[in-house]
Nanobody, 119 residues
Framework: QVQLIESGGGLVQAGGSLRLSCAAS????????MGWFRQAPGKEREFVAG????????YYADSVMGRFFISGDNAKNTVTLQMNSVTPEDTAVYYC????????????WGQGTQVTVSS
């Protein structure tokens, strides 16, 4: 079993910035990627950003391209999501995960952290 611990959520004003962090307890044979999904009320969980460890490739959803930036440390099994120029549409529970496909779905998930953007 892999445990993921997220931190950094909270309340932020529109146009502001927020940073989310996630640490995984260990690697598995399927831990080729690590990243973030989010789920807003009444909506399905959607991919936000991810890192493919092989080649250090980064992937982003169109809705966050140019505003959100993902970074990570393969050796430490950690990822960080820097969220800039946030809008109320970014309000959601953000989930960190690890798996074999960078755009998910992932094999293991964190408990989620709430991000609320006020207008």
């Amino acid at each position: 079993q892999v445990q993921l611990i997220e931190s950094g959520g909270g309340l932020v004003q529109a146009g502001g910035s927020l940073r989310l962090s996630c640490a995984a307890s260990r690697r598995t044979f399927s831990s080729d990627a690590m990243g973030w999904f989010r789920q807003a009320p009444g909506k399905e969980r959607e991919f936000v950003a991810g890192i493919e460890w092989t080649g250090d490739r980064r992937y982003y959803a169109d809705s966050v391209m140019g505003r959100f930036f993902i970074s990570g440390d393969n050796a430490k099994n950690t990822v960080t999501l820097q969220m800039n120029s946030v809008t109320p549409e970014d309000t959601a529970v953000y989930y960190c995960g690890v798996g074999s496909v960078v755009t998910g779905p992932y094999d293991y998930w964190g408990q989620g952290t709430q991000v609320t953007v006020s207008s």
